[in-house]
């Protein structure tokens, strides 16, 4: 958390519902819990929250919560709930299950898109997209994802001209029903979105993929705080997923693919400054399998420091043959 400008972004994790009170001069952005029982966004205790169905029964239930150093500005319009500062917006939505995603996405997404165009945050930088059933089929007989990603990408095709890229984002399972998406956006220009050498830009994927390509870039850097925000990143290079049924060298290769994207050499192309994988806080590994779990934690063990805030989550992840997906923060070092 950085504490020399006027409207200052935190992020922290705490165990359980995060009903504790903020220190003195924080202000509740928004609240995201992860918990077995799914909790329908609405305004809680002064701030947007959330709480999303990705817990297996005995994990801790933990809650992420934004915050800020200025007082905030609570609203709800439709589905959408939200908060701001004057810099930073925070907004939570559920959309219920449906035979078909695409035409409720795509609304969603526009509403979001107006709502941050409305209030001046028009620069994204980071989306959370948690899918129920993900990789089942729908009631066409589209697997859940790929329809999903054609209602946002429809967004995406006709947001509002203040709105530029793709930012970072997760499009993951959930354990629960229904969509769940949240994300933070800021009113400051500064906003850097980021590509990877060795991944093609997901919004470029082929259409075997799927009607229309996932809308995200592979990280997200924001200033005036200088984070820099990973996106769920998985064992694909190029567009192909590789090692298909091997977790070991999947976890292997989405190290190799992070590593790339926040090196020297990658990020020297858009004036920033490399950093290691490391130093990423906040690090969520979503594994598909639940035997893959202490694997999974020996492996980041090895990669990440002790202090480092990792959460395993046993989730679907959206392509069938991707055994794990990692994201992260790299806060300005
Ligand atoms: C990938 O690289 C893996 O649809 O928002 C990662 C991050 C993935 C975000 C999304 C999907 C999404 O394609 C999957």
Not at 85 to 94: I, R, S, T
Not at 167 to 177: D, F, L, N
Not at 265 to 290: A, F, M, P, W
């Amino acid at each position: 958390m950085r504490m020399d400008g006027e409207q200052t972004l935190g992020y922290t994790i705490e165990q359980g519902a995060g009903l504790k009170d903020l220190p003195p001069g924080r202000f509740a952005l928004g609240r995201v819990g992860f918990s077995e029982e799914a909790v329908e966004p609405g305004l809680w205790n002064g701030a947007p929250h959330v709480s999303v169905p990705m817990l297996s029964p005995g994990d801790e239930p933990f809650t992420e919560i934004w915050s800020t150093s200025a007082p905030v500005t609570t609203g709800s319009r439709g589905d959408l709930f939200y908060a701001h500062d004057g810099e930073h917006l925070f907004c939570c939505v559920y959309v219920p299950p449906a035979p078909t995603y695409r035409e409720r996405v795509r609304s969603v997404y526009a509403e979001v898109f107006e709502l941050l165009e409305e209030l001046d945050y028009p620069h994204v930088f980071r989306i959370w997209n948690m899918i129920g059933d993900i990789n089942q089929a729908n009631g066409r007989g589209m697997e859940v994802y790929k329809d999903f990603c054609l209602g946002r990408a429809e967004a995406f095709e006709s947001r509002p001209g203040t709105i530029e890229g793709m930012p970072a984002a997760t499009g993951i399972g959930s354990r629960g029903e229904g969509v769940n998406l949240h994300l933070v956006a800021g009113r400051s220009p500064g906003v850097v979105h980021i590509d990877n050498p060795r991944q093609i830009p997901a919004y470029e994927y082929p259409r075997r993929y799927g009607p229309k390509s996932p809308s995200f870039s592979r990280a997200t850097r924001r200033e005036p705080d200088g984070t820099l925000y990973i996106s769920g990143t998985a064992s694909i290079i190029g567009h192909d997923t590789v090692h298909i049924g091997d977790f070991e060298r999947q976890l292997e290769e989405t190290f190799r693919n992070i590593t790339a994207l926040i090196d020297g050499e990658n990020l020297g192309r858009y004036g920033i400054t490399g950093h290691q994988i490391k130093d990423l806080d906040s690090v969520k590994v979503y594994v598909r399998h639940d035997r893959d779990l202490p694997t999974a934690k020996a492996m980041c063990a090895e990669v990440f420091q002790g202090h480092t805030d990792i959460r395993y989550l046993n989730v679907d992840i959206c392509r069938s043959e991707l055994l794990v997906e990692v994201e992260g923060i790299l806060p300005r070092t």
